[in-house]
């Protein structure tokens, strides 16, 4: 009876043991650009997110949160907070304010924007600052450009550049990737 009762608890701890899952450890190379198998016509063709397919991905979980200055969280965030937040969750350390964003980076001409760069805006009449607005570009197509970006009125909304208002007010392009 005894000898029953070990084997079986032998055998009840071998199968727990050997439910364990593996997982594979992330290289470099996976860190860098993330893979993704779609299925399309029972064929799969392997496409890839690179760093700004992703921070504009993660930029975008926070449309519709409220406008607070200086926020940088779900409960509100400004225009450079949901900026530096999107790069900062990347491994991507921006200045936290737009006027100080707008002084690094590379300064690229508006043609040659793309997705994951920085649109710079001066949107006060004050001659105080030149720049006190920013956007990250999530929509680049043959210069159909549209931003993601904090307004004090709607909070974080996606906009284009070809509106009016942004286009009087638009003043440079920055690239950080």
Same mark, same amino acid.
């Given at each position: 009876m005894k000898r029953t009762i070990i084997i079986l608890l032998i055998? $009840?701890?071998? *199968? @727990?043991?050997?439910?364990?899952?593996?997982k594979r450890a992330k290289s470099k190379k996976d860190a860098s650009v993330s893979?993704?198998?779609?299925k399309k016509n029972k064929k799969e063709t392997a496409s890839y997110?690179?760093?700004a397919d992703r921070i504009v991905d993660y930029s975008k979980q926070f449309k519709g949160v409220?406008?607070?200055w200086g926020g940088t969280t779900k409960s509100g965030m400004d225009c450079s907070g949901l $900026?530096?937040? *999107? @790069?900062?969750a990347h491994g991507i350390i921006l200045p936290r304010i737009s006027r100080d964003m707008a002084k690094k980076g590379d300064k690229i001409p508006l043609k040659k924007a793309r997705e994951g760069d920085l649109l710079f805006f001066k949107t006060s009449k004050s001659r105080r600052h030149d720049i006190n607005h920013v956007g990250l570009i999530?929509?680049?197509?043959a210069g159909d450009i549209a931003?993601?970006?904090a307004t004090t009125r709607k909070g974080v909304i996606v906009s284009k550049l070809s509106e009016n208002y942004w286009k009087s007010a638009f003043v440079e392009t920055r690239r950080f990737l």
């Open positions: 055998i $009840v701890i071998v *199968s @727990f043991t050997s439910c364990k899952s593996s893979s993704y198998v779609i997110k690179t760093k409220r406008y607070k $900026v530096f937040e *999107s @790069f900062r999530v929509k680049s197509k931003f993601i970006h």
